[in-house]
């Protein structure tokens, strides 16, 4: 079965992208989903803790993402010792939900930080969801509460543009209007369905 990374920077469209994917008919696995369900994990919630301090977590005991978000900010140790809790669970749960779409000819798996992690080992073909970095801004700042230098400070932490598209086997122009993107999805369903790994 063949598997394809889907990777683009914040607001790039990944979620869209799969969204079409899945109406096409793909096996979709969502590795933000899965980051959302583990840390509701009680075991994980106390080894976050444990990591990055009480802080990090609210009084509900639910995991407190604004605190987190700048405890790693500026500390690398804490962002991998974050990450060493969090990615092989992740990968444990893409292993298992491959195993349960092994019917499907393709999986696209969307991994935001596929370029930037070892979970391109996973894959084996990087599809790429592109957009010029201003209509990244400006996608972001309308879905969310985030100003412009927050959105930029983001970008500046994730692949450089240019890097991503060279590691790209197949790229999404998503700075056009949904209809040209369902035609890119329709083409890349296409192909995926008849290319083998
Ligand atoms: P994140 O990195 O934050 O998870 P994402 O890469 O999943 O984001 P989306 O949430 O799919 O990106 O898209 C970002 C925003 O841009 C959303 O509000 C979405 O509706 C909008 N959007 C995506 N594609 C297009 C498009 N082709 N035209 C206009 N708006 C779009």
Same mark, same amino acid.
């Given at each position: 079965?063949?598997?394809?990374?889907?990777?683009?920077? =914040?607001?790039? !469209?990944?979620?869209?992208?799969?969204? +079409? @994917?899945?109406?096409?008919?793909? !096996?979709?696995?969502?590795?933000?989903?899965?980051?959302?369900?583990?840390?509701?994990?009680?075991?994980?919630?106390?080894?976050?803790?444990?990591?990055?301090?009480?802080? #990090?977590?609210? *009084?509900?005991?639910?995991?407190?993402? #604004?605190?987190?978000?700048?405890?790693? @900010?500026?500390?690398? #140790?804490?962002? &991998?010792?974050?990450? #060493?809790?969090?990615? *092989?669970?992740?990968?444990?749960?893409?292993?298992?939900? %491959? &195993?349960?779409?092994?019917?499907? *000819?393709?999986?696209?798996?969307?991994?935001? +930080?596929?370029?930037?992690?070892? @979970?391109?080992?996973?894959?084996?073909?990087?599809?790429?969801?592109?957009? *010029?970095?201003?209509? &990244?801004?400006?996608?972001?700042?309308?879905?969310?509460?985030?100003?412009?230098?927050?959105?930029?400070?983001?970008?500046?932490?994730?692949?450089?543009?240019?890097?991503? +598209?060279?590691?790209?086997?197949?790229? =999404?122009?998503?700075?056009?209007?949904?209809?040209?993107?369902?035609?890119?999805?329709?083409?890349?369903?296409?192909?995926? %369905?008849?290319?083998?790994?």
């Amino acid at each position: 079965m063949l598997k394809v990374g889907l990777t683009g920077g =914040i607001g790039s !469209g990944k979620t869209t992208v799969s969204r +079409l @994917f899945e109406e096409a008919g793909a !096996g979709i696995i969502d590795t933000d989903l899965i980051s959302h369900q583990l840390s509701q994990s009680l075991e994980i919630v106390q080894a976050i803790a444990t990591t990055l301090g009480e802080q #990090a977590i609210n *009084p509900d005991s639910s995991l407190n993402r #604004a605190a987190i978000a700048e405890i790693i @900010f500026d500390d690398n #140790a804490k962002k &991998q010792q974050l990450e #060493a809790i969090l990615h *092989p669970k992740i990968r444990q749960q893409v292993e298992l939900q %491959l &195993q349960q779409l092994h019917e499907n *000819p393709y999986v696209i798996i969307v991994v935001p +930080l596929l370029l930037e992690t070892d @979970f391109h080992t996973l894959v084996d073909r990087v599809l790429v969801v592109d957009v *010029p970095v201003d209509t &990244q801004k400006q996608r972001v700042i309308q879905r969310d509460d985030r100003s412009e230098q927050q959105v930029q400070q983001i970008i500046d932490q994730q692949c450089d543009r240019d890097i991503r +598209l060279q590691k790209a086997d197949d790229v =999404i122009d998503n700075s056009v209007d949904l209809t040209q993107l369902q035609q890119q999805v329709t083409q890349l369903h296409q192909k995926y %369905l008849h290319k083998q790994t």
